[in-house]
């Protein structure tokens, strides 16, 4: 059992940069795959970028490629998701999530956060 929770979502203007993290308050993510994933209303829950276990493979939606960089610290139990270049399309609630395999499908993932709000600005 993980419980996640996120944080780091704001309010931005275009150009900005966020920084979200994603933290184990129960259980430890050591062994999990950690992706983000996103959701804006009216739209599907995407995968934003994943990270393998020991942060060897890294995979981004081609939105993300050059802007957004994932990282974790095993030791902290923590994720991150350092967003640079934000433009109106990033806005979305964005989750942690953690899987056994690096995948893009959403219902592979076993544990979610409850989410943070990304907002960009024009």
């Known amino acids: 059992q993980v419980q996640l929770e996120e944080s780091g979502g704001g309010l931005v203007q275009t150009g900005g940069s966020l920084r979200l993290s994603c933290a184990a308050s129960e259980g430890t993510i050591s062994s999990y795959v950690m992706g983000w994933f996103r959701q804006a209303p009216g739209k599907e829950r995407e995968l934003v970028a994943s990270?393998?276990?020991?942060?060897?493979?890294?995979a981004y939606a081609d939105s993300a490629k050059g802007r957004f960089t994932i990282s974790r610290d095993n030791a902290k139990n923590t994720v991150y998701l350092q967003m640079n270049s934000l433009i109106f399309d990033d806005t979305a609630t964005y989750y942690c999530?953690?899987?056994?395999?690096?995948?893009?499908?959403?219902?592979?993932?076993?544990?979610w956060g409850q989410g943070t709000q990304v907002t960009v600005s024009s």
């Open positions: 990270i393998s276990w020991n942060g060897g493979r890294l």
């Open positions: 999530a953690a899987a056994q395999s690096l995948t893009r499908d959403p219902r592979t993932y076993a544990y």
